[in-house]
């Protein structure tokens, strides 16, 4: 079908553009009109959120990058240099540094919409494992930036999830030469972890796309988790949820600016500002918080191939719940039980998180052990026999029928909406 | 607000609701520009020299060990100064020379500070396209005019460090400076 794209665009040139590449024509269709289901509540503002965190720490990790040196003998230095003399240098890296922290918060919650909600069900398992994809790339990236300054915790936190790959017998130790580049966490790798740390995001940005691609051919989820049955059940998307999505924004702003502005280094680690030291691991170690959960399952178990691999596959094990979860409803409003395991699962996910944080010893051992047993039954076990046992609540007829209909709690006025919310 | 609304709407078909409406675009917008600046500006001011960089603003020169006729190049903010002893030869001719015969005219005294006359200071970079000229080393060819003379596209440069010949189109420049001492000055 060759030929001229027939724009509607009134102004000449806008339009002479868009009849050869209809980009104009393509952003009215998935960003102005784009039919949205009605019903969405604020935690549908996370991917948009998402979204502009990324774009937030591509542009300050460019001109961060600008006064970097990935060099042993420079690298903490310089990262000091730009706190002291680049002007606003360190806003620059506070707004990068906190930005991190920010990234996981918006995405966690944005994985926790996804599973209270069911988003991951059919017709989205594509969708929502492209996501998985997303955080895998998100944990690579950020953790190669935390070893960029080579404080203390930047290099033995590099030497100790490089050394997670020698758990694998046999080819073990020859990966962790390879990633290494040498004998130990040196140079080599430093230089190789800051390309990596400025590519990765560029091809976060390629799968960001494709998970929102893939959005608008199968179209968003939403409170009720039912499907989209006329027009009347959405709303075009500009302007509801652009202005929605700007409230939410406005929130976020807020709190990233509170953490920068009067809390930069709440979420660091002291041991940070000491220069690495090959020759001297701090007396506590721990990653950032964000990664406190993986890290407490790996303590937990008291193998180290079996740790490394429980780690990992509490990822991995993302990938395949659209088949793991039996359950045909999606949404946790009308699923009772579910309703409330998914909460025991997040104070597992929390007391991981927690225990990650605390020496490995007593209880805290004991505690590691049965959230991690909870994460993995949660999936494994509940999951697949709770969709054949649980008797879901009925559905409503459509995302229009509780407005128009007799039940309360509708999207139109946002405080109802939160209500019923909290009632579920 | 409604019931005003409704009244002008009344008065004036549907212009009042327009009116209300595009105020609104046009202060989300102006906010979003500001915002959008307040931005910009601190990762634009990034790549501006920083302190260090400014800290490196000021030379100090020890003038006693260059003999008459010899000229030493130091570095300045990244750029080479000539500093040159010229010879009572040298002087005369920079001081001889019309006006009128010059590319970019200058008297020479507008080039040396009083009473130091010997020492000629310059930022040792031809005005054409940033090549280092020769001549600071008495062994380097210094052109017809004594000078400098520059590698790239052949300016020339006299005594005075003006420029006589070529494409260049200004003096070499003078760095500020001031003498501390009679032996000593400082660039910057």
């Not at chain 2, 040298?90 to 005294?109: M, N, R, Y």
Request: proline letters at 8%; glycine letters at 8%; hydrophobic letters at 45%.
């Amino acid at each position: 079908m060759a030929g001229l794209h027939k724009s509607d665009i009134p102004n000449p040139v806008l339009n002479w553009i868009d009849s050869r590449l209809p980009i104009i024509t393509m952003m009215q269709k998935e960003y102005g009109v784009f039919p949205t289901p009605k019903n969405f509540n604020y935690f549908w503002n996370f991917g948009a959120l998402a979204t502009v965190n990324l774009v937030i720490m591509i542009i300050t990790g460019i001109f961060l990058a600008m006064n970097y040196q990935p060099n042993t003998t420079l690298a903490f230095d310089s990262v000091q240099h730009i706190m002291r003399d680049v002007n606003y240098g360190w806003l620059i890296r506070y707004v990068h540094q906190n930005g991190a922290s920010m990234f996981f918060i918006v995405v966690y919650i944005h994985i926790f919409r996804g599973l209270y909600y069911g988003s991951y069900k059919a017709p989205r398992e594509l969708l929502w494992m492209l996501g998985v994809v997303i955080l895998l790339l998100m944990m690579a990236t950020a953790f190669m930036g935390y070893v960029l300054p080579w404080g203390q915790m930047s290099y033995w936190g590099a030497t100790v999830i490089t050394n997670l790959f020698s758990a694998f017998p046999g080819v073990g130790h020859a990966i962790v030469t390879l990633l290494w580049g040498g004998f130990s966490v040196d140079n080599p790798t430093l230089n190789r972890f800051f390309s990596l740390h400025y590519l990765l995001p560029f091809v976060l940005v390629g799968v960001v796309f494709l998970h929102v691609a893939a959005l608008h051919i199968v179209g968003s989820n939403n409170p009720l988790g039912i499907d989209v049955k006329s027009p009347q059940d959405t709303l075009p998307f500009h302007p509801y949820y652009t202005i929605k999505d700007s409230v939410g924004m406005c929130v976020y702003l807020i709190v990233f600016a509170a953490l920068v502005f009067f809390a930069p280094n709440f979420l660091g680690d002291p041991n940070n500002f000491i220069p690495a030291n090959p020759l001297q691991t701090p007396a506590d170690i721990v990653p950032e918080w964000y990664f406190l959960p993986y890290y407490a399952i790996l303590r937990s178990v008291p193998n180290k191939l079996l740790g490394v691999c429980m780690m990992f596959s509490s990822i991995l094990v993302l990938f395949v719940l659209p088949w793991l979860d039996t359950s045909r409803v999606r949404s946790a409003r009308f699923r009772p039980i579910y309703r409330q395991l998914i909460w025991l699962w997040v104070a597992a996910v929390i007391g991981l998180g927690v225990c990650g944080a605390h020496k490995p010893e007593g209880i805290w051992v004991v505690l590691s052990r049965i959230c991690t047993l909870y994460y993995f039954l949660h999936f494994l076990v509940i999951l697949p026999i709770l969709g054949k046992l649980e008797r879901p609540l009925p559905l409503p007829e459509s995302i229009s029928q509780p407005v128009t209909g007799g039940r309360g709690g509708g999207p139109v006025p946002s405080g109802a909406a939160a209500k019923s919310m909290e009632k579920a | 607000m409604a019931d005003s609304s409704a009244a002008t709407a009344a008065h004036h078909g549907h212009s009042a609701d327009v009116t209300k409406r595009d105020f609104l675009q046009l202060v989300a917008g102006a906010g979003a520009v500001v915002g959008a600046g307040a931005i910009a500006w601190p990762l634009l001011d990034s790549m501006n020299p920083s302190k260090d960089v400014l800290a490196l603003s000021s030379v100090d020169v020890e003038l006693k060990p260059i003999e008459e006729g010899q000229g030493i190049t130091i570095v300045w903010q990244g750029k080479p100064i000539f500093v040159r002893h010229r010879t009572a030869k040298e002087i005369k001719e920079a001081e001889d020379v019309q006006l009128s015969q010059l590319a970019d005219p200058q008297t020479d005294a507008a080039r040396v500070k009083a009473g130091h006359d010997q020492w000629i200071v310059l930022i040792g970079i031809c005005t054409h396209l940033g090549c280092v000229p020769l001549g600071n080393k008495p062994t380097d060819p210094r052109g017809d005019w004594g000078g400098w003379f520059c590698p790239c596209h052949g300016s020339q440069y006299d005594t005075s460090g003006r420029v006589r010949h070529g494409p260049a189109p200004a003096n070499l420049a003078v760095p500020p400076y001031a003498f501390e001492t009679d032996s000593k000055i400082k660039v910057g």
